[in-house]
């Protein structure tokens, strides 16, 4: 509705904080900035420096509602997010910017609804066959965190997203080696969910583990460094810890898909996938994602899509 807008749309993760703005229902999302999480005290704090910067903070262009998808759950008014430090009231956040109405809800949650909306031109496939039409799509996606939701059929064929915390189940082994090594990380860390892996964080867990499963000494790298290491062929244990971690999103995105029923695809999201390009193209994730015994072929039919969409929520934002 008319009155709806402008709207404040938002995906506010563990690092970044994108912002945006939609003028019109008709219009396009624009005025979009990214901004990093640790240099703003709040959520508030952070979305009015937002709208000073793009000439929104008063006048015609100052929004009137607004959607965030936050990195983290969303039970009851007040959240924190799971991998920073803020933490807020939603009605008090929304009486802070003075909206009429602010919708707050989990980041991959408002992702889902971005699916049906992402330019084809922009999804890489990985395997599999052709999406079949108004059926379950899967999602899953690895930053700081990892995330997991869907966008789930109802009995009229409308489309809903899921809220969940899939990002924290346990992580299962396929073979002997990852058999040695989650039992290594479960002597460190107690229960070793997916995300303990398959985040920026995870990869240098995983670093960390084939270094000591190697007896090698351990150097403090970061996130970025394994990436970059591992990707040019510089340190044989960052290239270790990528292809674990691409077998395990195999075995966690197929988990995910065949729990669901994707045949509307599998998605994935976040920051750290796309960036491996070729690497996560050529590693076992395919091959682990269709290995599940009798049901391999069914499996096989199921097209994996990875998101290159530069600001994917803000659309899903958008949507809500």
Not at 25 to 35: D, K, L, Q, R, T
Request: with cysteine; net charge neutral.
């Amino acid at each position: 509705m008319l009155h709806d807008y402008p709207k404040l749309l938002g995906d506010i993760g563990g690092t970044n904080v994108r912002l945006a703005l939609k003028l019109s229902p008709e219009g396009e999302i624009g005025h979009i900035v990214n901004m990093k999480l640790r240099d703003h005290a709040d959520a508030a704090s952070a979305i009015e420096h937002y709208l000073a910067q793009v000439g929104a903070a008063s006048g015609p262009m100052r929004p009137r509602t607004g959607c965030l998808g936050v990195a983290g759950p969303v039970q009851g008014d007040h959240l924190k997010l799971f991998n920073a430090p803020w933490g807020f009231s939603i009605e008090g956040l929304r009486q802070a910017l003075g909206l009429a109405r602010l919708r707050v809800l989990n980041d991959f949650t408002v992702l889902a609804l971005a699916l049906p909306h992402l330019p084809k031109a922009e999804l890489r496939q990985i395997g599999g066959g052709e999406p079949v039409a108004g059926m379950t799509m899967g999602l899953i996606g690895a930053g700081t965190g990892l995330g997991v939701s869907g966008l789930v059929p109802n009995l009229q064929g409308e489309m809903s997203p899921i809220a969940g915390e899939g990002g924290h189940v346990t992580l299962a082994p396929s073979d002997d080696d990852e058999e040695r090594l989650i039992a290594l990380l479960r002597h460190r860390f107690g229960h070793v969910s997916a995300e303990r892996v398959l985040s920026g964080s995870g990869l240098v867990v995983l670093y960390e583990a084939h270094a000591q499963l190697a007896g090698k000494p351990v150097e403090p790298l970061a996130p970025a460094d394994v990436t970059q290491r591992g990707l040019a062929g510089q340190c044989a244990l960052c290239e270790a810890a990528l292809n674990s971690f691409c077998l395990f999103m195999g075995t966690v995105a197929s988990n995910l898909a065949v729990s669901l029923g994707a045949q509307g695809g599998l998605f994935i999201g976040g920051g750290i996938v796309p960036l491996l390009g070729d690497f996560f193209e050529r590693s076992g994730f395919r091959a682990r994602f269709d290995a599940k015994g009798r049901y391999t072929d069914y499996m096989r039919r199921i097209p994996v899509f990875v998101i290159h969409t530069a600001y994917p929520g803000l659309i899903g934002a958008a949507q809500a």
